[in-house]
């Protein structure tokens, strides 16, 4: 019979052992994690409303992941676009003054000047972040457009045997008209825009602005003439050279005009991804909120409780060795 009692209260023992720690295993989770371990013990097996809660929750997390990447695109955009209008204008300065003290000197030292904005400004067009072209569509893996050097050779073949400032820019109006070697030579980038990026239930950005736009094309012609006005492969005259400078001086300047409009339009969306992100911000805290009234725990009340089933636990667990070095010499 004592051997039948000694069994029993082993495993009375151990059952209670196994009660306590897998109540501090779940309290230790809850009092880490702030909510529940068992939702549908929780909540009696009606787990409707919190999957309600975790499709809005999930919802808004793509949100979230949008907004943050078109928040990120459009200020790259923004940036590389005031670098591109800042550059263009100074130079259109310059140009302009071109046919007031026309020495060859001067008028080299303008084209290359032209050259080397024409340099900068494609490597602009060219930006990608996070490995994403900015200005190709949907071609974000490989440039928008070539380099100054391609660009360049490009341009000597639409205007070689010409000498007359006329006929070279009407060549050129040719180059980066619609359709134009512009277009099907120049662009490395795609002719389809970049998919919408869902903000919200109700709004969308449409960040899809490629270097084939006619803002682009408006700064490129005058910046390719005025790189080709000193070109010594060409041998165009003075007064040839003094012509395309200035002409391409007053089309630059009246370029900044369309890139203006352009920034504003990316301004406008700039400024409604950050008033999504707000709202998007403030739905998320108030669902994730109403999770807690739902399966949230009380922080304190639940380490508490797990304070009392660990020195239950240890107590239980003194008990136990206690039981177990019971001798008859030690009895007596």
Do not use: C, W
């Amino acid at each position: 019979m004592d051997a039948i009692g000694d069994l029993a209260r082993t495993l009375v023992l151990r059952s209670n052992q196994v009660r306590l720690r897998e109540d501090m295993d779940r309290l230790a989770v809850e009092v880490a994690t702030g909510f529940v371990k068992d939702s549908a013990k929780h909540l009696d097996g009606d787990l409707t409303g919190l999957m309600a809660i975790d499709r809005s929750l999930a919802r808004l997390e793509a949100f979230r992941i949008n907004t943050a990447e078109a928040s990120f695109l459009t200020g790259t955009m923004q940036t590389t676009l005031e670098e591109i209008q800042s550059r263009s204008e100074t130079l259109s300065q310059t140009l302009i003054s071109a046919e007031l003290s026309p020495t060859p000197a001067l008028l080299d030292t303008m084209s290359g000047e032209a050259q080397q904005a024409l340099a900068q400004i494609l490597s602009g067009m060219n930006r990608s972040v996070a490995g994403r072209t900015l200005f190709g569509g949907t071609a974000t893996d490989r440039p928008a457009v070539m380099e100054f050097d391609a660009m360049m050779t490009e341009l000597r073949g639409a205007v070689t045997g010409l000498t007359e400032a006329p006929d070279i820019v009407a060549a050129l109006d040719t180059f980066f008209a619609t359709g134009g070697d512009y277009e099907t030579t120049v662009y490395q980038g795609s002719n389809d825009g970049l998919a919408p990026l869902r903000l919200s239930e109700t709004e969308s950005a449409n960040v899809d602005i490629r270097a084939t736009d006619d803002a682009f094309k408006a700064l490129l012609r005058p910046l390719a003439m005025s790189a080709l006005a000193g070109d010594a492969s060409l041998g165009l005259s003075l007064n040839v050279q003094i012509d395309l400078l200035t002409t391409a001086g007053r089309d630059l300047l009246a370029a900044q005009q369309p890139i203006v409009e352009l920034r504003a339009g990316l301004g406008a969306l700039e400024a409604r991804v950050e008033e999504s992100t707000t709202r998007n911000a403030t739905e998320r805290t108030a669902t994730s909120l109403a999770r807690l009234d739902l399966v949230g725990t009380d922080q304190y009340e639940t380490a508490t409780r797990y304070e009392n089933v660990r020195s239950q636990l240890e107590s239980l667990y003194a008990i136990t060795a206690r039981s177990q070095r019971l001798s008859l010499a030690e009895y007596l």
